[in-house]
């Protein structure tokens, strides 16, 4: 029944931010007319406004924050460790990267977006083979390679914009490290639809691999379970996820990380309903903020600056709720 309840309202919740997304804006409509424009029966201006602007940008900050929700709760699990982001090899670093040097070279946007995943995807892909280097794919040689190579990548963006004698390349540059929904088109909604969906069911057809691997190496192990294998291709598949979402909208920070110690707190802790928990707390969570970031000034605020500077706190809230469950402080 909590359960139920749970998805009830965040699916009630979503459903009223979403109207509220379309009717908000510098050119506000009536609610009326918003229906009326989703149903197509609404005036050629209206209609423009909603279907052709502010929808294609509504679909993406749901699924944006869907998949990096669902990508976190995976992160977390595979790896055993609360403090994991769906980042945690360098996606987002070499992502940044790949757009930074594709801007720089004025390339333009299509190519930017695709120098961005294949900047993630070869930040992934140096991790593992870091990792394996070292002596093995386990979780902490995992996690440490993946903190050399996003401090690397950091560097070379920085490097860029440093070296860079064209300023004027700095705010689209600012644009994709900040993170936005502004350029959101048809065709990207495409791209994260075929990303998202198909994932969103593979992961959560593993939801029992991963009950188990978040208990640790050990009882996979007992139980039979290949962590090693399964690890690999649950860090591919969110790895793939991330890099083509970032690619499209830039850096989002803390989503991945907060959400799911949120989703876990009312849903509990399989995986079966925790992914589709996250999935839709995440969308909520960023529909919400993408509506503040493009409505609470005359100008849009940053969507990244927004969920650090919301997600920050309320993960302190979480971490001394726990330890205040283990310790009895905080």
């Known amino acids: 029944m909590r359960t139920v309840l749970g998805f009830g309202v965040l699916a009630l919740l979503l459903i009223l931010l979403s109207l509220a997304y379309l009717a908000t804006g510098s050119y506000s409509l009536p609610l009326g007319e918003v229906v009326s424009a989703l149903l197509g029966n ?28 669902l990508t976190g709760a995976v992160m977390q699990s595979i790896f055993n460790n609360p403090l994991v982001s769906p980042d945690i090899l360098g996606v987002s670093s070499g992502a940044a990267c790949g757009a930074a040097a594709a801007l720089v070279l004025g390339l333009g946007a299509p190519a930017a977006a695709f120098s961005s995943f294949a900047g993630g995807m070869l930040a992934v892909t140096v991790a593992l083979l870091l990792a394996r280097m070292a002596g093995g794919g386990g979780v902490l040689l995992l996690v440490l390679a993946g903190i050399v190579v996003a401090a690397f990548f950091s ?13 004027e390349e700095f705010p689209s540059i600012l644009f994709f490290l900040f993170g936005s929904m502004a350029r959101m088109t048809q065709g990207d909604l495409a791209v994260l639809v075929l990303a998202l969906l198909p994932g969103a069911l593979l992961l959560w057809r593993l939801g029992f691999a991963l009950d188990v691997m978040s208990l640790g190496e050990a009882d996979a192990a007992g139980l039979g379970l290949p962590a090693g294998r399964l690890r690999l291709m649950a860090v591919i598949l969110c790895s793939v996820i991330c890099g083509l979402f970032i690619s499209r909208v830039g850096i989002i920070g803390w989503v991945g990380l907060v959400v799911p110690h949120l989703a876990r707190i009312w849903f509990g802790f399989r995986h079966r309903i925790l992914l589709p928990a996250s999935m839709l707390l995440g969308a909520v969570l960023l529909v919400g903020v993408d509506l503040i970031c493009r409505s609470l000034f005359t100008y849009e605020l940053p969507l990244g600056v927004i969920t650090s500077i919301l997600g920050a706190p309320v993960f302190a809230v979480v971490l001394c709720r726990n330890a205040g469950r283990r310790d009895g402080t905080c």
Not at 46 to 68: K, N, S, Y
Not at 155 to 167: D, K, S
């Open 155 to 167: 560097g070379v963006v920085e490097l860029i914009c440093a070296l860079n004698p064209r300023a």
């Open 42 to 69: 609404g005036g050629e201006e209206a209609g423009t406004v909603v279907l052709e602007i502010r929808l294609p940008r509504l679909l993406g900050a749901l699924m944006t924050g869907a998949a990096l929700s």
